[in-house]
């Protein structure tokens, strides 16, 4: 099953001032469309081939590191744009999830903080995520392509620290990029609907 770059949810500048039209193009047309291709390149003659995206990631990590950097990333983009939208970052959160986040982080301001935490300490590059694993919502850090389910969790929200997600917006600025994905452009119906499909 070959790897298809999807169209962003919403035109170039739906994210401004927060992410930027140049942002949105580099790191979708540029960046995004080279894991798709490379990974394409990788993935023929191999035994994933045929394969769903999810077992491509899982099965790929830690035996075929080039498929897996680009399955990974190309799995973790598809998500992020749909973790974005115009007007997002809602202090309200749907219900069910605003319950879950309370019961098993602390609060919701605690787990905002924390969440910005884990994207400002990972080193070089990477992604911060909430997650769930056995029942409870989680953050997790991790390098690079990884993403939560090579680790025995499930994706609900995710963030790109790699440079290229902020640098031309924040420069070096990383923890005021995170607080604007938070505050102002999480589409928290999108999280709900990840966590619900994680939950079954």
Do not use: C
Not at 48 to 72: I, P
Not at 137 to 148: C, D, Q, R, S, V
């Amino acid at each position: 099953m070959s790897f298809t770059l999807p169209d962003l949810p919403y035109a170039y500048d739906a994210l401004q001032p927060y992410m930027s039209k140049e942002t949105l193009e580099y790191h979708h047309d540029k960046h995004h469309k080279a894991y798709v291709d490379n990974g394409n390149k990788l993935l023929e003659g191999t035994e994933f081939a045929g394969k769903t995206l999810e077992e491509v990631v899982k099965g790929s990590f830690g035996k075929n590191a080039a498929l897996f950097n680009n399955a990974g990333q190309h799995y973790n983009h598809i998500h992020f744009w749909q973790w974005m939208k115009p007007n997002g970052g809602s202090a309200k959160l749907p219900g069910k999830l605003e319950k879950k986040i309370i019961e098993d982080l602390g609060s919701v301001e605690k787990f905002k903080a924390d969440f910005i935490q884990a994207g400002v300490a990972q080193f070089g590059s990477g992604w911060a995520w909430l997650a769930l694993r056995n029942g409870k919502l989680e953050i997790m850090k991790t390098p690079n392509g990884e993403n939560p389910l090579v680790h025995g969790a499930r994706p609900i929200l995710g963030v790109d620290v790699w440079e290229h997600s902020y640098y031309i917006d924040y420069r070096n600025r990383r923890p005021d990029y995170l607080k604007a994905f938070v505050d102002n452009l999480v589409n928290w119906e999108y999280v709900e609907k990840m966590y619900d499909e994680a939950a079954r």
